[in-house]
């Protein structure tokens, strides 16, 4: 009977799994508060009325329909109180681009 081929890799795949081996991906007790998402969490906007967390202005539209007919709407930026930097760390990076960074704080980014 024949042996089987040995299998071959190529630097580059050495060097990826390397390097995968040896970075940190966020995981553990360091990456927890990243994952949370952040001093702000993974909400956006916040109902004043209720404190009930919304992702969107569509989602606080409907919620504010449903939850408080006939008040006004009264939602808060959750991002914007907190610099538009929430989770930055380990498991998330974030942008360090100052240019970003200035346009999302003068409200003419995303």
Known sequence: ????????????????????????KGGGAEGLKDRLGGAAGHSRYLCEICKTPLTSTTQASAHHDAKHPGQEMRVTDVHELHGFVTTQGVAVRGTTNAEKIKKKSDGSGR
């Open 1 to 24: 009977m024949a042996k089987a081929k040995p299998t071959k890799h190529t630097a580059a795949e050495i060097a990826m799994k390397a390097k995968e081996a040896t970075t940190n």
